[in-house]
């Protein structure tokens, strides 16, 4: 497997790890994050974009792989019992000059996370994922491409701290980004590292996309603040983000997006400060209005009384909220309030269903591991999901088990691993022509085994009694 260790991250910030896919030496950027050149992974070939408008270093090369049957994985160390963001980055940039917009897959370990369409050579597109890391490694993989080949331009992984981003449902589903906004920002640029420690990144309002952001109410203003606002808690977003909101002068906010993801179940959060200076006699009150959802517009918002002054963080939110794809919604100044709707930030995740993958992961861990420097052995990934190892086959059951395994000339040498004698679905097994001595293990766990090889090796000793009983229904043994 290809690794990328937090020994490879200087000591400056051990919880980030920056992939520059393609890259040949490591940098350090503007933002100062540090970035490291992939340039170990043994899959893949390197390319520079074609796009002279693209000057950030870490975005004009990419990796890209062939449009085949198998599976391409980086894996990175984590820490288990820890949240982290993981984001995946695709600038095409016509790369291969042939203007094929890829179309593939990426997946986090067995679960299928996102498809990658690419619409045009100067668009990136990018993917975020929020999870609770539940071993010492993930794998992030590409895989399925229809048109074009697959590419990656960079892989970041990004440690939170505490119980932010804690959901009671972290171990069966990840969360899949398709939102965080910036309301009121003053420019076109994203907010994060380093004003946000965790390096999230806040996109600006005034961005314009096509499906972003539409439908803005008459009498939308921007307010800003330069006093610092207290964000130490729930999910802490940034003080910039929080200096800058939306007030509905007119009595009301009201947006139009699409969310990746959706339609769905989904985690959906508000950030407010009031950073308006209100009059003695001045109130903010107001409503958040969805349409045919009544249940949610019950619950007034009063800022300085939910937040318990001015500049201190309110953070109402919905932990699992249906919500469409074409998301339309309104804040409605209340009849008692003098001043309208103020919208600091927003925050919406979709619910993605964890796949715990193949039933036969430690067996073959405990194979690969005593291979590590075998090309075959660092494919990386479940050895099932999304598509099986290249030297694989696996059952079409939703937790798959692996029926075959092809490692015949692999100069694999010792005795036969018995961890193969631990897969209870095993139907073939190809381990001819390789130079394995010792006995024959005792297969009785292959319960379903039919056909077997271990020709032209050099193995010693009687074949087990399990063996010769197996022998009657088997079909091919030398």
């Not at 050149?37 to 975005?59: C, H, M, W």
């Not at 981003?165 to 398709?178: A, I």
């Not at 209005?289 to 619950?299: G, I, R």
């Not at 249906?322 to 600091?344: H, I």
Request: charged share 20%; hydrophobic share 40%.
């Amino acid at each position: 497997m290809s690794w990328i260790k937090s020994s490879q991250v200087d000591a400056f910030d051990a919880c980030f790890v920056s992939l520059d896919c393609g890259g040949k030496v490591n940098f350090t950027d503007d933002l100062g994050l540090e970035w490291i050149s992939d340039n170990q992974f043994p899959y893949g070939e390197v390319a520079n974009i074609l796009l002279a408008n693209e000057t950030r270093k870490q975005y004009m090369t990419l990796r890209y792989f062939p449009a085949d049957n198998r599976k391409y994985c980086y894996t990175l160390e984590v820490k288990a019992r820890t949240r982290y963001l993981v984001r995946a980055s695709f600038l095409y940039g016509n790369f291969d000059n042939s203007n094929v917009y890829p179309k593939f897959d990426i997946a986090l370990g067995a679960t299928y996370w996102s498809t990658i369409v690419i619409s045009d050579a100067s668009t990136m597109e990018v993917r975020e994922l929020i999870f609770l890391a539940m071993a010492p490694t993930i794998s992030v993989c590409l895989s399925n491409a229809t048109t074009g080949q697959p590419f990656i331009s960079t892989l970041e992984l990004r440690q939170f701290n505490g119980s932010i981003y804690y959901t009671d449902h972290e171990t069966q589903f990840f969360l899949s980004v398709s939102a965080r906004i910036n309301f009121g920002a003053n420019s076109e640029d994203p907010v994060r590292y380093p004003d946000d420690p965790f390096d999230r990144i806040w996109v600006s309002d005034s961005l314009k996309k096509a499906n972003y952001l539409v439908d803005v109410a008459p009498g939308t203003k921007k307010v800003s603040t330069t006093m610092p606002i207290y964000v130490n808690r729930d999910e802490r977003p940034p003080v910039k983000v929080m200096q800058t909101a939306v007030v509905g002068t007119n009595g009301s906010l009201t947006y139009r997006l699409n969310l990746n993801g959706f339609p769905g179940f989904g985690w959906a959060v508000c950030y407010f400060a009031e950073i308006e200076d209100l009059s003695p006699t001045d109130s903010r009150i107001f409503r958040l209005v969805l349409p045919n959802m009544p249940e949610v517009s019950k619950a007034a918002v009063n800022i300085l009384e939910n937040a318990h002054g001015k500049y201190q963080l309110y953070e109402p939110g919905y932990p699992n909220i249906s919500l469409p794809f074409v998301f339309s919604f309104k804040f409605l100044k209340a009849t008692e309030s003098t001043r309208g709707p103020l919208l600091n930030a927003m925050e919406i995740n979709s619910y993605l269903e964890i796949n715990l993958g193949s039933l036969d992961m430690t067996a073959i861990i405990g194979l690969v591991s005593k291979y590590p420097l075998a090309n075959w052995a660092q494919e990386g990934g479940d050895p099932c999901l999304p598509v099986p190892w290249s030297w694989l086959r696996c059952s079409s059951d939703p937790q798959p088990r692996i029926t075959s395994i092809f490692l015949s000339g692999k100069n694999l040498t010792g005795n036969i691993p018995s961890d193969i004698t631990n897969l209870p679905s095993l139907i073939e097994l190809w381990l001819d022509g390789n130079s394995f001595t010792g006995p024959i293990p005792d297969f009785t766990g292959c319960t379903e085994l039919k056909i077997i090889h271990l020709e032209n090796n050099h193995l010693t000793g009687e074949l087990p009694s399990s063996l010769m009983i197996q022998l009657q229904s088997v079909t091919a043994f030398a």
